[in-house]
Nanobody, 115 residues
Framework: QVQLVESGGGLVQPGGSLRLSCTASRNIFSIETMAWYRQAPGKERELVATVNYSGGTHYADSIKDRFTILRDIGKNTVYLQMNSLKSEDTAVYYC?????????WGQGTQVTVSS
């Protein structure tokens, strides 16, 4: 069993920045994939960004060039740096970790972009 603890959400004005953190209860050196998803009210869950075991990344078109997924293996932590935030980025953001055919989810952190 793997636990994921997310933090860093909150209220930010349009154009602002936030950095989300996701800390795993085990080392992430050999983890297949870690990812960030989000779900806005009334919408389906959306894959935002992924990072694989070799550091390769993938981003959704809707956030490309604004968000960056980063990992700190020494801290067992993955970050989502979010810049130039828009109102449509408002959602609950979830961290996931995939290992040996299982996917573990964090509890989610709310991000609200509003003036």
């Amino acid at each position: 069993q793997v636990q994921l603890v997310e933090s860093g959400g909150g209220l930010v004005q349009p154009g602002g920045s936030l950095r989300l953190s996701c800390t795993a209860s085990r080392n992430i050196f050999s983890i297949e994939t870690m990812a960030w998803y989000r779900q806005a009210p009334g919408k389906e869950r959306e894959l935002v960004a992924t990072v694989n075991y070799s550091g390769g990344t993938h981003y959704a078109d809707s956030i490309k060039d604004r968000f960056t997924i980063l990992r700190d293996i020494g801290k067992n932590t993955v970050y989502l740096q979010m810049n130039s935030l828009k109102s449509e980025d408002t959602a609950v953001y979830y961290c996931t970790l995939s290992l040996r055919g299982n996917t573990y989810w964090g509890q989610g952190t709310q991000v609200t972009v509003s003036s």
